[in-house]
Structures are given as structure tokens and as C-alpha cells.
């Protein structure tokens, strides 16, 4: 069988099972990242979305020059001051119960920093390329109760003024300057006083998913099939080798002898 397998053919076919070994464990690694990852994101949520809410400017101390840490998204804040009028982002394809539609982003000038606050969605206008509607913030002062979130990457399309295509902050200081270095948004939990209602309402974002997805099944399925081309070549070598046993031996038995029909006759 070692004699069999050291030939050019099972060695070939032995390298493509070891190269399909590889890949489903590279697999099975990155889907496993992707478990971990979600799995930190959702006891971010269960930790932090009910806690008691801080004051924006002590995580601000806290974070310093650095980013929010993956542990600490979702932290749940207050803050103080005015929204900045006439500055509405809308944030486009944003689904909500299968609807598409916009986020609406607006500006709030606290005292020390200004940031991007996350009112809530509002649906698309019959027009796909169209901005629509959405009810003004309240002017004056407001307190923002609501949850830090990091900024999502520019996903680098050029859309009209005022759409952006994910919650870049990089990509909303362009239109907003006065935004300041920290890549972080707030999302509206609540706020005092609250926005009139009007004719195009901005709803509440609902509480974000808490569902761990498929990814560690995937991984465990791609770990699982990590021998799989080995086992085909074992058995591929061994019922080989069975064969041409069995060949042999059909080639060396002794083939019957002729009777021939006077040797019937002289019988």
C-alpha cells in the first residue's frame, strides 16, 4: 500500500487533500473570528444598552486620543446642548421591517465636543434618487440620552448632498466641519424636549439584534470536513490495492484443463 501511495498519481491526489485540509481549517479560523467577534458585540449590547447612562464627557476623558473599544460600544450616555439647525445627513438603504429607507444624522454642539446624533429612520421618497422629509430637530437646549457607537467606514460613493452612504464621520465632516476628531456617534434613545410631531415623523431606531448568527456552526462544519479529502485517499489507495490482490490472484489460478472428445469416448 506505502509502495502504491508513493507514486506520482496518490501523491498528487494526496497533496490536493492536504491543500483542501488547509483551506477548510482557514475557514473555519475566519468564521470562528467572526463568532468571537459577534459574540463580543452582543455582551456589549447586554451589558451596556440598560445601564445607567454617563455624562458624554466622561468617556470622552476615558477614551483620550484612542477609539471605543469593541466592549465598550453601545455605551449608554447623556449630553447636553443644541442640535445644529439645517445641517440634516441622511444616511441612505437603511431597512427597517423590510422597508428601505434613510437614518437621519444631525449635528449637536455640546459644550466641549460636536457630534453626530442618529435620530432615528425615515422611509424613501417615491423617488429612489430623492431625499426625503424628515421632522426637524428641537431648537434650543436639549438633553440627548442615547447610545456611543463607533463610525462606520466610508464606503467611498459620491452621492448628492446631503446622502451619505454609511455613518462615516470622515465622510460627514466634509459637509459638517465643525465635527469633531472623536469617530463616534450617538444613537437617540431619548431626548427632552422631544420633536414636535409633525408631517414626516422620524422613528426610533429598535433595539439592535442580539443574535449570534451561523458562524460557529460554520466553523465547526469546516473543521469537521478538515480529513475528509485524506479519508477519500486511504480508502481510494486501499480498495486499490484490493483490486489488483484480487487481479493476481485470478491471473495465477490454474485454468481448467480441456477435455477433449476422444479423451471422453476412451473413458
Known amino acids: 500500500m506505502l509502495r502504491l501511495w508513493l507514486t506520482r498519481r496518490w501523491l498528487l491526489t494526496t497533496l490536493v487533500a492536504v491543500l483542501f485540509g488547509v483551506a477548510c481549517w482557514t475557514l473555519g479560523s475566519w468564521q470562528w473570528s467572526r463568532h468571537v467577534e ?19 464627557t466622561a468617556v470622552l476623558d476615558r477614551l483620550g486620543a484612542g477609539g471605543l473599544a469593541p466592549e465598550e460600544q453601545w455605551t449608554r450616555v447623556t449630553l447636553q446642548g443644541s442640535y445644529l439647525p439645517g445641517s440634516d445627513l441622511m444616511v441612505r438603504n437603511r431597512t427597517r421591517d423590510q422597508t428601505v429607507g434613510f437614518e437621519v444624522l444631525t449635528p449637536f454642539v455640546t459644550e466641549r465636543v460636536t457630534i453626530l446624533v442618529d ?10 434618487e430623492q ?6 430637530a428641537p431648537t434650543g437646549p436639549v438633553e440627548v440620552v442615547g447610545w456611543l457607537r463607533t463610525g462606520e467606514p466610508d464606503l467611498g460613493r459620491d452621492l448628492p448632498a446631503p446622502q451619505l452612504a454609511s455613518i462615516s464621520v470622515d465622510d460627514a ?8 476628531d472623536l469617530d463616534a456617534y450617538v444613537v437617540l434613545g431619548t431626548q427632552s424636549p422631544s420633536t414636535p410631531a409633525g408631517d414626516h415623523p422620524v ?5 439592535p439584534d442580539e443574535g449570534l448568527g451561523p458562524h460557529q456552526a460554520y466553523a465547526i462544519q469546516w473543521w469537521l470536513t ?7 485517499v486511504v480508502f481510494a489507495i486501499r480498495r486499490q490495492v484490493i483490486q489488483s490482490a484480487g487481479d493476481r490472484e485470478g491471473a495465477g489460478a490454474a485454468k481448467p484443463k480441456k477435455v477433449r472428445i476422444w479423451d471422453e469416448e476412451d473413458a
Not at 478538515?226 to 477519500?232: E, I, S, Y
Request: aromatic share 6%; glycine share 6%; no cysteine.
Open 203 to 207: 422613528s426610533p431606531l429598535p433595539r
Open 119 to 128: 435620530r432615528g429612520w425615515v422611509p424613501n421618497a417615491r423617488e429612489a
Open 173 to 180: 465632516r466634509a459637509s459638517v466641519p465643525q465635527l469633531g
Open 131 to 136: 431625499t426625503p422629509a424628515a421632522d426637524p
Open 226 to 232: 478538515m480529513p475528509a479529502g485524506l479519508v477519500f
Open 38 to 56: 459577534q459574540r463580543t458585540k452582543v455582551t456589549a449590547i447586554e451589558e451596556n444598552y440598560e445601564a445607567p447612562p454617563v455624562p458624554l
